[in-house]
């Protein structure tokens, strides 16, 4: 089965207004970029988040943000996006700070039929016993907390220890990016942007994947593939569309908040590739994001 598209816009057609969008990446790492932009540029509204963490101003989930289309965000890390930080005390989006472990737990436990587990993490803190702020009122005060989840005793080693219950996570659809990928769906991660992506494209009940190189059926060896295309459609509700991005094409993003000249940062590995590197410091991370041809 071909489950390729010609353009990601049309590969995101399937996201709607109040669904949610689980999306991979670590930091700029792994980003579905492309898929992200077509996203922004739909407009679909009222999104529930799912990622490691939000992006940096101008750069893939960020997108989303800045236009006021994500409604919560589930999440580990929220820091070096001050509209992210904005939204948050103003009012305008909810976050559920989960830890980061749990939070690849729980999406690995959706894709895997288990609709919750135990686990230490969190147990004594607010992650277990209730009161974080999810949502702040627009004068800056805590609007809604989390509530307590259940907890139970086990044995661990020999004592008793305590456990906090964590539920799955069934995000509607998933966006991911992968190094490699054939028509039938099997993709191959480069180094550190595997992280999330295979987590989210099990757990979703429809993935979206964008590929710096599409390649026919048999052409990757099955010993070298990450993700299985069976994974993402083992009935035939479920899906798993594959966007290549244009082989001239790199997305590159613009540092113009920089001092000196604006400077292009097409760099990395491969087509449309979302590595960057920064002309002056690490400190310099780019604003406005760009698709440069």
């Not at 689980?22 to 579905?32: D, I, K, L, S």
């Not at 989930?61 to 289309?69: A, F, I, T, V, Y």
């Not at 994500?70 to 989006?93: F, H, W």
């Not at 992650?127 to 509530?147: C, I, K």
């Amino acid at each position: 089965m071909d489950k390729t598209v010609l353009s990601a816009a049309e590969a995101v057609r399937r996201v709607r207004d109040g669904m949610t969008v689980a999306t991979g990446g670590f930091g700029v790492c792994g980003v579905p970029s492309v898929l992200l932009a077509a996203l922004a540029d739909q407009g679909r509204r009222d999104l529930e988040l799912v990622s490691n963490n939000c992006g940096i101003a101008g750069v893939g989930n960020s997108r989303l943000l800045e236009n006021g289309q994500i409604r919560r965000l589930v999440a580990s890390y929220v820091g070096e996006n001050k509209e992210l930080e904005r939204q948050y005390l103003t009012g305008e989006i909810e976050i559920e700070l989960t830890p980061q472990g749990t939070l690849a737990e729980r999406l690995r436990a959706g894709g895997s039929g288990v609709a919750a587990f135990y686990t230490r993490t969190g147990v004594g803190t607010q992650v277990a016993e209730g009161g974080l702020p999810l949502r702040h009122a627009p004068d800056g005060t805590v609007a809604v907390v989390s509530r307590p989840k259940p907890d139970a005793v086990f044995d661990w080693d020999g004592e008793e220890q305590v456990f906090v219950m964590e539920e799955a996570l069934r995000p509607d659809v998933a966006l991911m990016r992968a190094h490699r990928g054939d028509r039938h769906g099997n993709l191959v991660f480069r180094m550190a942007a595997r992280n999330f992506n295979p987590l989210c494209a099990m757990a979703a009940r429809f993935t979206i994947a964008e590929v710096e190189e599409l390649v026919e059926p048999g052409e990757i060896p099955p010993d070298e593939v990450h993700l299985p295309g069976i994974h993402v459609h083992p009935r035939p509700v479920r899906g798993h569309v594959i966007y290549k991005t244009p082989p001239r094409w790199r997305v590159g993003y613009t540092a113009s908040h920089a001092r000196g000249p604006r400077s292009s940062l097409p760099v990395g590995h491969g087509p449309a590739s979302t590595h960057y590197r920064s002309t002056r410091s690490s400190a310099s991370w780019p604003r406005t994001g760009s698709l440069s041809r």
